[in-house]
């Protein structure tokens, strides 16, 4: 099985409707006592649940515990990597409070990748400029060496979420496209 952590606005952030059920809400995530839940890609749904109807709800074991399916991403939907997922659970589910706020408190989740989106008319160059002037500063913030800042050049970078060979009319790319995601990746070293 193929799981991918999200935060509970990563759907949301992308414009993805879910095929049944629903996808996560803010209190999915970030909260210690959250029932753990999952969404379900649809092509483990069609090969793991026959495609029944009735798997809103279900239980899945995984990993160290239960988890609820609460709903199904579209048909199309793969996620931002292009690869078969198949389920997501949220960012902080079985992880301990403490372990969270590490994330929070210091610079070690550098295994995060951060998505977002371009506000309507902003031009990628200028999200980039921003965006890696907010991440300068959020270094500052964090006492991180002004030389090292120099020397490494942190920077933001915006890509296009859709597949290279992607064109708008292509049915790969139609939730890439209706959606017009941008995917920010913090290249950090």
């Known amino acids: 099985v193929v799981a991918m952590r999200v935060s509970a606005n990563y759907f949301a952030t992308l414009g993805v409707r879910p095929a049944l059920g629903r996808l996560f809400v803010a209190d999915d995530d970030g909260n210690p006592v959250a029932p753990r839940v999952a969404v379900?890609?649809?092509?483990?749904?069609?090969r793991h649940f026959g495609g029944d109807r009735t798997v809103v709800g279900r239980s899945l074991p995984l990993g160290d515990g239960q988890y609820t399916v609460v709903g199904v991403a579209p048909e199309r939907f793969v996620g931002l990597d292009q690869s078969a997922i198949?389920?997501?659970?949220p960012l902080?589910?079985?992880?301990?409070?403490d372990e969270v706020a590490k994330w929070h408190e210091g610079r070690q989740a550098f295994w995060l990748r951060v998505v977002g989106r371009l506000r309507p008319g902003v031009a990628p160059a200028?999200?980039?400029?921003?965006?890696s002037a907010t991440l300068r500063a959020g270094d500052r913030r964090a006492a991180v060496s002004p030389t090292w800042i120099a020397e490494r050049n942190p920077r933001v970078?915006?890509?296009?979420?859709?597949?290279?060979?992607?064109?708008?009319?292509?049915?790969?790319a139609k939730v890439a496209v209706l959606l017009g995601a941008v995917s920010f990746l913090v290249l950090l070293l």
């Open 126 to 131: 200028a999200g980039e400029t921003d965006a």
């Open 40 to 46: 379900v890609g649809y092509g483990f749904w069609q």
């Open 92 to 97: 902080t589910a079985g992880v301990p409070a």
């Open 86 to 89: 198949d389920l997501w659970i």
């Open 157 to 172: 970078r915006v890509l296009s979420a859709l597949p290279r060979h992607a064109r708008a009319g292509d049915a790969d």
